[in-house]
């Protein structure tokens, strides 16, 4: 209960420190635009925004405003993976531990009192033992990943790059909603890809778990119980609140997180790859 508190704790002081530091500006960042002239805007505008948005300034006129962005996109999620490595495999093995959190979970349900919460309490902190898994772990990732997040969205918004160029004759400083207004169906692509691709990245560590469950239940001739998600719930509440703020957001913020997708479903892959090879 106290790591759950701290969890939540840490998580409403980033996103307030996240905020304190967000402009809202709406003047577009071009090449001539200084760095002392960001920082008007706030500390977070000057260190994240900005840099983000000349990179895709810069980038643009050479590789076009798709690639532009896709480039960006990968070496956010680069720095991001360097900093958050072990706690995604952390966050990874979790998953797979599931059956095993549930019995103990089952163990002590109905249980209130101090001594068999504590007891459980225990018996959780031996199981992460056991596997080398630190569980506040996932709070460096969020750290880092959500003034990624706010400073892309403020980048893609405010870049000279994405309110000029286009891609395939349209631009991408539109929303999808008004994509379909103007039957600019590649705008609407990109966006049901995205959503295809995050419902895939948000999944596919559940269903690696099911997988080697099923296959450690043969091994030991035992029949596979799939473990129950608490979480389906959330799950997909996440992915409907990431759709529809998508569909009224500019549809370049649409391709950084289908390509953020893309490159989290080859970071899961490679983790468990990493991982079960290691176990054998």
């Not at 304190?20 to 635009?33: A, H, K, Q, V």
């Not at 759709?243 to 997180?257: G, I, V």
């Amino acid at each position: 209960m106290n790591r759950k508190r701290f969890t939540r704790l840490l998580s409403i002081l980033a996103i307030a420190f996240v905020l304190t530091g967000c402009s809202t500006s709406n003047e577009l960042i071009t090449l001539d635009t200084t760095f002392s002239e960001a920082m008007n805007d706030g500390f977070l505008s000057a260190l994240i925004t900005y840099p983000l948005a000349q990179a895709i300034n810069i980038l643009t006129p050479i590789t076009g405003i798709f690639l532009a962005i896709t480039i960006v996109t990968i070496v956010i999620n680069a720095i991001v993976l360097a900093f958050t490595f072990k706690s995604s495999v952390a966050m990874q093995k979790i998953q797979e531990i599931q059956p095993e959190m549930q019995k103990i979970q089952a163990k002590y349900e109905g249980r209130s009192d101090e001594t068999s919460q504590q007891r459980m309490a225990m018996e959780m902190q031996q199981l992460y033992a056991k596997y080398d898994i630190n569980p506040l772990a996932s709070i460096a990732t969020t750290f880092i990943q959500f003034p990624l997040l706010i400073g892309m969205y403020n980048a893609v918004r405010r870049s000279e790059a994405v309110a000029n160029a286009q891609f395939m004759g349209v631009s991408l400083s539109q929303s999808p909603s008004q994509a379909v207004a103007n039957q600019a169906w590649v705008c609407v692509v990109i966006f049901v890809v995205m959503v295809i691709c995050q419902f895939i990245a948000i999944k596919l560590p559940q269903w690696l778990a099911e997988k080697h469950g099923k296959e450690e239940a043969e091994k030991h001739h035992k029949t596979y119980k799939k473990p129950e998600n608490q979480n389906i719930m959330m799950t997909y509440g996440m992915l409907a609140m990431i759709s529809f703020a998508m569909f009224s957001m500019p549809t370049a913020l649409s391709l950084y997180y289908c390509i953020s997708s893309i490159v989290n479903i080859a970071k899961t892959l490679v983790i468990d790859k990493m991982t079960h090879k290691e176990a054998e």
